[in-house]
């Protein structure tokens, strides 16, 4: 093109736009966006908390209605993270406006956590194939102190999803990689996000007295009061003109609930932090392995006296929460309906065999009819990217952790004979090589007294301490000897049981161990025996209920000396270091049962993870393997014990 081409082109260009020469001629102007109006929204809120590792489905036992109606015990798959995966996918589909979140604890509680890969690498993973919209610090967020938090961060955001970590209320120390002067942005007190051209806000809170006392944080890392913090955060959502708030909390439902009438301009609380299960009344029908512990969603009353809906979605990526929350133009809650999902498989089965043609039908139809219970494939792409860390596992499984040179003998119930029919005589589970040495009838097992102690060494070394734990005689299945692998130890205590803290008295402690007596003698089972670590005691057995345990003793850690308890103090607390089924009542055990919430703080680590890490602690042989070895006899909770007459 010529240059004259060029300047007629031009010349015409310039007609046809009016550009000539007159700069008079104002250019024009874009004109301001102007944001939307307040409007109605709809808005759909998918949501899990806890699932603790839990990576993998789990099996479940569900009373469901057969052919002739009547409920029978079936067997079904449930949960697992690619059951999740597939459940928002669906659920999000059918939803013009929808959130995702997590309301933490996604780390600690299986063998993915720390054993298949870096800490918490196939959480971030599975969590990012979901890619949430926010994430709220949980205590066990924690668990490995403010640089593996970071670290954990780090892989959530590797890859395209960079899923917000939340929390207004936690202050990260100056030493901390998490400080803001060194990771800014890494936790944000909140994020707000637009649906159909509305903001809304939402505002994390992390529960603050037990994650200080309980998991650890760096020791200048702080966290406030969570309704102070909380307040504060949402007032400045407020005044920037979100008027749609969702507190992401992980603070326990009871919290929630408590805390919910204080606050204002909180719409929605999205909890964690309790595993509680909320749903209908006809969930109990159903025989879950826990009750629902109030209605999905829990309709409340805020400060300001507008309506607060809180949910929560039990553990285990066994639910998802799907929450349905009509707000109108002001930003008010007008309706909030919603479902727990819990998420199942259809391979359902009676014992080990598939139930018949016809039962299998009626039970379709029960599942279908509950309204709750759904039927979910897992997604195959989450399936995949589990893939390479469960074969870690499995190969973890496989592996030699330790060696036990002398068989560490099996018992539940001190005491008895090979020749004895009482229905509490457990003679039978040590070789004929244990019996013949005579200390499991004198004092009881070896495997269930290590137990015992490795969770307190444990304890007292990364869960905030512990005064003296109860490990139940049938909670440990089988002894050890030789080369151990780790499929061998979790072996041991195999039922997947998170631990709990609790405070109790001396009286309490002395009822506990009572109740466990009671369980034994009186009712007949084995399994309650109660072994303990940190305290010692004899055992009368011909005694009346209440009255078979004495010269109950208390070790001091700091003289390194044995004490009797004073029974007659009700004040002075000890810390319980115990199972979730005993703390729960399990083995009979109602003392525990019936304390206060404020004396009951689930720690919620697993007892295997748990066992594991003290065998590691152990000294090693020329090989570099952990040697585990018998206790010394002043370890054993049971001094002496008298059978019944």
């Known amino acids: ?343 199942i498989g259809d391979d359902l089965k009676i014992g080990t065999a598939a139930v018949a043609a016809a039962d299998r039908t009626a039970m379709l139809a029960d599942i279908a009819a509950s309204g709750f219970l759904r039927l979910t494939v897992p997604d195959a792409s989450a399936v995949a990217v589990l893939a390479p860390f469960k074969a870690k596992v499995d190969a973890f499984n496989k592996t030699v952790v330790a060696v036990a040179p002398d068989e560490l003998c099996s018992r539940r119930v001190p005491g008895g004979s090979a020749t004895s029919t009482a229905k509490w005589n457990d003679f039978g589970r040590s070789s004929a090589a244990c019996n013949a040495l005579g200390d499991v009838t004198r004092r009881g097992g070896d495997i269930q007294q290590i137990v015992a102690q490795a969770f307190l060494e444990v304890a007292n070394k990364n869960y905030g301490g512990a005064d003296l734990t109860l490990q139940s005689g049938g909670g440990v299945r089988v002894p050890l000897q030789g080369d151990i692998t780790a499929g061998k130890a979790i072996e041991v205590v195999p039922f997947g049981n998170m631990l709990w803290r609790m405070n109790v008295t001396a009286p309490e402690i002395k009822a506990m161990l009572e109740d466990g007596m009671e369980a034994t003698y009186g009712a007949g089972a084995t399994g309650p025996y109660p072994y303990t670590g940190g305290a010692r005691f004899d055992v009368d057995a011909s005694q009346p209920k209440g009255m078979r345990i004495s010269n109950l003793e208390l070790f001091n850690s700091t003289t390194n000396t044995w004490r009797l308890l004073n029974l007659s103090d009700n004040t002075t607390m000890y810390k319980l270091f115990v199972l979730s089924f005993n703390a729960t009542g399990g083995d009979g055990y109602t003392t525990l049962s019936s304390l206060p919430v404020g004396r009951r703080l689930d720690i919620g680590v697993l007892d295997a993870d748990v066992f594991l890490d003290y065998i590691a602690a152990q000294a090693k042989n020329a090989a570099g393997l952990p040697v585990l070895k018998k206790l010394d006899p002043s370890k054993f909770s049971t001094k002496s014990v008298k059978d019944p007459a």
């Not at 959480?123 to 194939?129: E, L, Q, V």
């Not at 285990?316 to 809650?333: C, Q």
């Open 1 to 343: 093109m010529t240059i004259r081409t060029i300047f007629a082109a031009t010349s015409i260009a310039c007609l046809l736009a009016a550009c000539g020469g007159d700069d008079s001629t104002p250019a024009p102007v874009t004109p301001p966006v102007t944001p939307p109006a307040a409007q109605p929204l709809a808005l759909t809120i998918l949501h899990i908390n806890d699932h603790h590792s839990n990576l993998d489905a789990s099996s479940a036992t569900l009373a469901l209605a057969g052919a002739d109606g009547t409920r029978k015990n079936v067997t079904v798959p449930m949960g697992g993270f690619a059951r999740v995966k597939t459940a928002i996918d669906t659920l999000a589909k059918d939803s013009a406006n929808v959130l995702k979140l997590h309301a933490g604890d996604a780390q600690t509680g299986t063998l993915y956590f720390n054993r298949a890969g870096a800490t918490g690498e196939p959480d971030a993973a599975m969590m990012n194939t979901v890619c949430f919209d926010a994430f709220t610090l949980g205590n066990h967020e924690f668990d490995k102190g403010d640089t593996q938090l970071k670290s954990f961060i780090d892989l959530l955001h590797a890859g395209s999803c960079k899923t917000p970590a939340l929390s207004a209320n936690v202050s990260f120390g100056a030493n901390s990689t998490l400080a803001p002067s060194r990771a800014p942005d890494y936790v944000k007190p909140s994020v707000v996000i637009e649906r159909d051209g509305q903001k809304i806000g939402i505002v994390g809170l992390t529960i603050a007295a037990k994650t200080k006392a309980s998991s650890s944080p760096d020791t200048d890392t702080t966290f406030e009061d969570e309704l102070t913090a909380g307040q504060r955060e949402v007032n400045r959502l407020r005044a920037s003109g979100v008027n749609k708030i969702i507190l992401m909390s992980h603070i326990g439902y009871n919290y929630d609930v408590e805390l919910a009438p204080k606050f204002e301009g909180v719409d929605v609380i999205v909890g964690g932090d309790s595993h509680t299960l909320l749903g209908p009344t006809n969930m109990a029908a159903y025989k879950l392995s826990a009750t629902a512990g109030g209605a999905y969603p829990t309709r409340l009353t805020g400060k300001d006296g507008k309506t607060v809906c809180v949910v929560q979605a039990w553990e285990y990526s066994r639910v998802v929460g799907e929450l349905k929350v009509n707000f109108d133009a002001n930003g008010d809650v007008t309706s909030c309906t919603g479902t727990p999902h819990v998420l």
